[in-house]
C-alpha cells in the first residue's frame, strides 16, 4: 500500500549488532504498531504507539525498543540482535482503534 | 498461552465450492473480530470484520459468523476462485483493564487455503 513503507525490506545482520527498522506513512494515521511473523505464530504484536512520543509494550517487547519523534515515522531497534529475533517484521497503521489495519509490505530480518 | 487459535494449518477446495475457515478465541474481553488475506512476500490485508453486538457480518462472497456463547469464528468464502489462495488470519481485540482500546490485535496462527481450478 502506498501509504505506508517499510525499509529496509531485507536485512541480514550479524548477532550483537544494533539492528534499526524504520516504518513510514503518509496516511497521517495516529496508530501504529510493529509485529513479527513466524511460522506457527501467527502475528504478533511487539510495540504500539497511540500518538508521537506515546509507546507501550506488546506480547513480544523483550529485546526490542521502538520510537516516534514525529506521526509519520515509527522506528523499531533490536539493542543486540539474537538469532532468535531472525523473522519478518510487519508495521501497521490504524486512523482508529478497533479498526481494519494497513500493513506495509514486511521486512525479512536475518540473524547470522 | 494462545488466546486466538486456528487449528486447521491447512484448507484445500475445490473452485466454485465454499470455504470454511475456523477460530477460537478464549478471552472474554475480546469484542472486535477480524480477517485478514495474505500473499506470499507481501502484508497482510484486510478482509472483513464483526462487532460482537452481531453475528453475521457479509461482504460480498465473504461472510463471517460469530458464536460468542462458544467463542468461535468463521469465515465462509462463497464462491471460491484460485485467487482466493491465500494465507488467512483470523485476529482479535478488545479494552484494556482500563476500558480503554488502543486497537491491538491478537492473532491466530493462520490457515494456508488453496482453490483448486
Known amino acids: 500500500d502506498a501509504g505506508i513503507t517499510q525499509s529496509p525490506r531485507h536485512k541480514v545482520t550479524e548477532t550483537g549488532t544494533p539492528v534499526t527498522l524504520r516504518c513510514h506513512q503518509t496516511?497521517?494515521?495516529?496508530?501504529m504498531y510493529w509485529y513479527r511473523q513466524d511460522p506457527g505464530h501467527g502475528l504478533r504484536l511487539i510495540h504500539y504507539?497511540?500518538?508521537?512520543?506515546?509507546?507501550d509494550k506488546g506480547e513480544v517487547s523483550d529485546g526490542y525498543s521502538v520510537s516516534r519523534s514525529k506521526t509519520e515515522d515509527f522506528l523499531l531497534t533490536l539493542e543486540s540482535a539474537t538469532s532468535s529475533q531472525t523473522s519478518v517484521y510487519f508495521c501497521?497503521?490504524?486512523?482508529?482503534?478497533?479498526?481494519?489495519?494497513?500493513f506495509g509490505s514486511g521486512t525479512r530480518l536475518t540473524v547470522v | 498461552d494462545q488466546q486466538v487459535k486456528q487449528n486447521s494449518p491447512s484448507l484445500s477446495v475445490q473452485e466454485g465450492r465454499i470455504s470454511i475457515l475456523n477460530c477460537d478465541y478464549t478471552?472474554?474481553?475480546?469484542?472486535?473480530f477480524l480477517w485478514y488475506k495474505k500473499y506470499p512476500a507481501e502484508g497482510p490485508t484486510f478482509l472483513i470484520s464483526?462487532?460482537?453486538?452481531?453475528d453475521k457480518n457479509e461482504d460480498g462472497r465473504f461472510t463471517v459468523f460469530l458464536n460468542k456463547s462458544a467463542k468461535h469464528l468463521s469465515l465462509h468464502i462463497v464462491p471460491s476462485q484460485p485467487g482466493d489462495s491465500a494465507v488467512y488470519f483470523c485476529?482479535?481485540?478488545?479494552?484494556?483493564?482500563?476500558?480503554?482500546?488502543?486497537?491491538?490485535?491478537?492473532f491466530g496462527q493462520g490457515t494456508i487455503l488453496t482453490v483448486h481450478p
Open positions: 501497521a497503521i490504524s486512523r482508529l482503534a478497533n479498526y481494519g489495519y494497513t
Open positions: 496516511e497521517n494515521h495516529r496508530y
Open positions: 504507539s497511540y500518538g508521537v512520543k506515546d509507546t
Open positions: 478471552n472474554s474481553m475480546f469484542d472486535y
Open positions: 464483526i462487532s460482537s453486538i452481531k
Open positions: 485476529a482479535a481485540s478488545g479494552v484494556d483493564a482500563g476500558g480503554t482500546s488502543y486497537g491491538k490485535l491478537t
